[in-house]
């Protein structure tokens, strides 16, 4: 039985064992899934020894994706440009792959939800790890614009350069008044129930506001966009089942219906 496993520290919250023990069987596909705590500074070490019994594959959450970005031989053009990898897997040359799904994930999931993303204008809001996941696919699926604001404009800027003049830098008080159809939090704010601080003039023609983050209730910025004019609000939930989707795809070479799973991890959060 092939061997796969997600790596974190923690770890314990991860819901990617179920969610690929579902796709799995939805697929017909006979593999094994476990979620492994790595030590912080060791996880080059655990990853080795994932493989030496046996491992095929993995994915990566925090704080390792820069260190699985580093120890991969081969780097896809989506982890080169998010400068991370949540995706590992070894060929048939017994060479390590890198490779991120988070942004196509998001794309996934934003067409999943109806968004017309070729044409349309962005405001991406804040620059970390996660914005620069998410800008490549964003501008592959035919985003015109995006503008990627941050309460310090100097990392939003670091991260423009890396793309086109397609991406717009700025400071939350700098945001250019412009018609944002979908408006994109991936600040790290709803960890302390908060969202960014924007004008909400921002939102008024705001088709869907997405939060990258979720949790049982509507987050902070959901609640607060609702209130100021955004037509729709989603979280990242159905992003995290879509990269996951991604991931097994590059595994396994097929594609799982991600409605039921995240049908299911809905259910999940709504009872807790």
Request: charged residues 15%; proline residues 5%.
């Amino acid at each position: 039985m092939d061997r796969y496993a997600v790596f974190g520290n923690p770890i314990r919250q991860s819901k990617s064992p179920l969610i690929h023990t579902q796709f799995a069987t939805q697929c017909a596909e006979l593999l094994s899934y476990e979620a492994i705590l790595a030590p912080v500074d060791g996880f080059a070490d655990s990853w080795r020894a994932f493989v030496k019994g046996g491992g095929k594959g993995g994915n990566v959450t925090a704080p390792f994706k820069q260190q699985a970005y580093q120890l991969a031989d081969v780097l896809s053009e989506r982890a080169l440009q998010a400068g991370a990898v949540n995706t590992l897997y070894i060929d048939s040359n017994g060479r390590l792959h890198g490779d991120n799904t988070d942004g196509i994930g998001l794309v996934a999931d934003l067409q999943r939800l109806g968004v017309d993303l070729p044409g349309c204008a962005v405001l991406l809001l804040g620059a970390g790890g996660a914005s620069r996941g998410v800008i490549g696919p964003l501008l592959n699926a035919g985003v015109q614009q995006l503008v990627l604001a941050n309460r310090t404009q100097s990392k939003a800027q670091l991260i423009a350069e890396s793309f086109t003049n397609t991406v717009y830098a700025c400071g939350f008080a700098e945001i250019p008044n412009k018609p944002y159809q979908l408006v994109i939090n991936a600040t790290s704010s709803a960890l302390s129930n908060e969202r960014p601080d924007i004008n909400p003039s921002h939102l008024q023609h705001c088709l869907l506001a997405y939060d990258l983050s979720y949790s049982s209730e509507p987050t902070a910025f959901m609640q607060w966009s609702a209130k100021h004019g955004a037509l729709r609000q989603a979280d990242g939930l159905g992003m995290l089942v879509s990269q996951a989707a991604e991931a097994f795809y590059i595994w396994r070479g097929k594609r799982p219906d991600v409605t039921p799973v995240l049908a299911l991890l809905q259910q999940q959060l709504k009872a807790r």
